[in-house]
């Protein structure tokens, strides 16, 4: 099977990325490349890492060039997806990377979002443990995906087992991750400017008011088959990928470490992409680095009957473009890992 991809939004972090991990997947020839403000530039001068890419040129991003391929994986600011969406035939799969299809409550999207709700598509995080299974069998043969947020992506993994068999109280739970800059895209703004980041942390979104808060909350309600509320706080890192999430639950009554345990063993046993790391043993973001993994710790506070569960992943890989090649293997009936290295960049 040879299947004809397109990027749009190449020019972009996500785009980068999505292009890097889709020249090593065997089944995909990389179809249609387009950006806006850079359409014209040859590849080679946007992302120079890109080698064999180099002489690609970006097209402008409209439905007539995005067409001609059997999948589309958009990579532009939210709000642009619906109406590209739209325009295409059926039977193109679209995977879509930014957030207008994520949530299934038009009233969280209004409250969080500034664009109109344009509905919501197949949530794109096989792992997912739901009070049925998982969320991999909406995943199959499924031609339009939303592909999670880079936190929610981490932290929901990181709580939703506890959560799923019922060992936390799904109303206290507090979050706080750490993010590298290219989580921001690509665009210049003024808090990420070298002299801002190098050699200082800082939060941002605080007080409840994240976008990613809402997303978070929907999926560890499915996980837990009940409404869930989280106080989720990010905080920026002087890195360029990576997301090292930290999330707390208060336990319930009379659980032990071992049933914790026991539950993300049995969540993600036969997941290769979720990586429960031995016991003593802390996940780092250096360690997964253009890995399509998450790598995951849990640990009991005994004095505050806490679960600690610690999570991190790339950004930009299982945080965006691994995981929406995952999607598009799933789409095709391809085997899901096709294409994606489990191996980190190190040191
Ligand atoms: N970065 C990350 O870690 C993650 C990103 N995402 C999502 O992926 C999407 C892309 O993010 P990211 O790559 O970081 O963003 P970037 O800002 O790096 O890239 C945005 C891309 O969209 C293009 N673009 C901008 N405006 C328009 C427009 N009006 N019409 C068509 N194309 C446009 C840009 O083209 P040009 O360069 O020509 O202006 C560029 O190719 C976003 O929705 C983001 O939320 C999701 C998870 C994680
Ligand atoms: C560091 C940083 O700024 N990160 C971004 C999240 C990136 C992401 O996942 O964005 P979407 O949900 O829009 O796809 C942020 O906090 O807005």
Redesign the pocket.
Known sequence: MTVRVAV????????GELLRLLLAHPEVQIGSVT?????GQRLGSIHPHLTPLADRV?AD?NAEVLAGNDAVFL????G?SAALAAQLPPEVVIID???DFRLESADNWTHFYDTAYAGSWPYGLPELPLAQGNQRDALRGATRIA?P??YPTGITLALAPALNHGLAHPDDIVIVAASGT??????LKPHLLGSEVMGSMSPYGVGGVHRHTPEIEQNLARAAGQPVTASFTPTLAPMARGILATSTAKLVDGVTPAQVRDAYLSAYAAEPCVVLLPEGVWPRTADVLGANVVHLQVTVDERLRRLVAISAID??TK??AGAAIQCLNLSLGLPELTGLSLAGLAP
């Open positions: 749009a939004g190449a020019s972009g972090y996500a785009g950006a806006a403000s850079n359409a970006l991003t990579a532009l600011p939210h642009h990377c930014g957030a592909v947020g880079c290219s989580g921001a895209g690509k665009s950004n930009l945080g965006t």
